[in-house]
């Protein structure tokens, strides 16, 4: 990538006619700016901060400091009994929000490494902010189950380390699966993460003075952009996009076998692993188009790089997801119910018609209703504000659902003497601080970190032209990498 | 009978070593059981608010339903409900930390309140939800202290706790025995609960030998319920009912 291949855009400026107009303003890959201008572009909108930005900064640090850390503090000084865990709910919303933050994390690596490895060239500018949404969204993930935990000043037991005792963990307890699933996700998508960040990390090196000038020097691990740092880099993405697939797949798998591996009514389900995958993506899927409408609606510059047509291709995907879900949570549905099981026929019942039926209801209504009316409409599922709700419904949606899995199926038991209903306390607050943590991270993240990978756009750039043969005016793609 | 099912036969450590029999024709209801048993092992007193939350710490209750609709309704007799001792327990694999284990020597399932985390798996997976966790740090009001059993350990916030079938009466009279060159004979001693009952609704004993007053029991009955066998527990407790 020299700057002699760079597309000659001026030259070509003056003189195309309406058709490659109308091409240009709708897809970014067509519309190519000087790769100067466009990496000013980028840098600018991490630079620029306005006293909003700061305003809503300070009132999430503000959550952050009550809701996680202070609630947290109360929580281990005066026990679980300070949530609303009892018999026979011992898992409650603390768990809930694990599963639904690692469903969260699932859409980065579906984006950047799934649409990379079959060359879904909308994906390019927004695979970073995909996949900042994997790692943070872990980061909550992980503070959920310590939150969960009765003595998490022990929580290193549950790691493999050596020991006088000679203890391991107990590799038979799914517990232990996810913890080693987890890790291993988390650590492979933050290098996932890292290694496409290289370049642009350089880029911002070169582009910056200051403190600024030495943090990107450190991070960009002093790459140059030669031939050979350019293959080595590629070669380690193939790599890493190839092989994060099937760990992706495996976390939300191993996840959903805590509830399936139990002998509880109501998760004792063989379908609960694509089941819980197609959930992750789905409320992954949903959580990235509300990223990406605040994005875009909020930072300089933003509306160049995300358009449209970005919006209209991941409707379409949420679509395909939410068709896969409904499909999903019908097969279990129908697999439990047919199972004949007398306490499982007496879960679903209260599911639907106990004093939380108004949930399940809900669930259906924004997981499926919501997606189904509104994305099949090309004109809508372009709109990013109309997008950014579908999103948040899907994601209420999806957050109810495991809210059912867990402490609303863990109601029915095979004891009837011990049935009781949970009601949350200590958990509102601090759910509602993992929330603004994971905005402030990725707040902070969009002011160091350029949120566009502006050597991915500039390369998909270059690969695509307009061609004219005869009268018409045709996309044409070179070969990519 | 089809005899192309295969009989399972049991290994010795499914059988179980220790075990009890209830009779709920004979349960009265009293709680004395309930009472004794938070005294031998040292049970907190959670409180009115906590109790009434489901959060009480009782290592054996007192189950009872109704029958029927109003105005036909009919108690079901007493249903004692404490650890069943599984031969093959949902608690113990699922325990990432270890801390519920299954002892060799006693064939009981055991909890290792230093070892526990708190994740509370065990509990969740529990089918007899017999489980009881620490929510808070309890505190006993004077003179209660007075009264803690020194062969029991008190537990702390944050550990799961469950019957042990008063594990420490078990090794207090095996070690008597061997300190007198003898075997343990049977109703040589017993656990807190069946000690207390006074209709002598529950029987505790040997159930791998023949010859022990559990075995007799189960044997003249005949009509021995375990609960929720179907789940392949393997439970240790036998109850009667309706005999």
Redesign the interface.
Known sequence: MSDQNKPSVQGTAGHHDHGEEHFREKHLLLDPLPRGEMNAMVMESMQTTSWRFWLVFAILSAIVVYGLFYKWGVLIL????EAG????D??GIFLVNTVFWIGISHAGTFISAILRVFKAEFRRPFTRAAELMTTFGLVQAGFSVFM?????W??Y??FPYANQRM?W??L?????WD?LAITTYLLSSTMYLFLPLIPDMAMARDRSTGWRKTFYKILALGFRGTEGEWTHLRNAMNIFAFAIIPVMFSVHTIVSW?FA????PGWNSTIFGPYFVVGALHSGMGAVVMVLAIVRGTMKHMKYFIRPEHFEAIGKLMLIISMGWAYFFFNDYLVQWYGGDKWTKQLLHFHEAGPLGWMWFAMLVFNVVIPWSVLWNHKWRSSPWLIFFVGLFINVGMWFERYIIIPVS?TI??????W?LY?PAIEIPMSIGTLALFILLYMAASRLVPLIPVWEVQEGQMAHKLTRFGRKTVVTVSELE | MNSKIPEIKLSEEQTGKWGMVIDQDICTGCQACVAACAMENNLSFVGEVDAGYGRSMHWIRIERFWEGEYPEVKMTPGQPMMCQQCGSAPCEPVCPAFATVHSQAEQLNLQVYNRCVGTRYCANNCPYQVRSFNWRDYVRPEPLPNQLNPDVTVRRMGVMEKCTFCIQRIHKAEDKAKSEGRELTDGEFTTACAQACPANAITFGRIDQPESLVSQLIRKHGHGVKHLEELGTLPSVTYFKGG
């Not at chain 1, 865990?85 to 026979?88: C, D, E, I, K």
């Open positions: 005066k026990g679980q009994g865990v009892m018999r026979p011992y898992w969960h935990m009765g003595r998490v022990l929580a037991w549950l203890l963990p107990n038979h307890s799914p517990l232990t913890l805590d591996a139990a002998t509880r863990v038991n095979r004891m009837p003497f011990t009781r009601e």
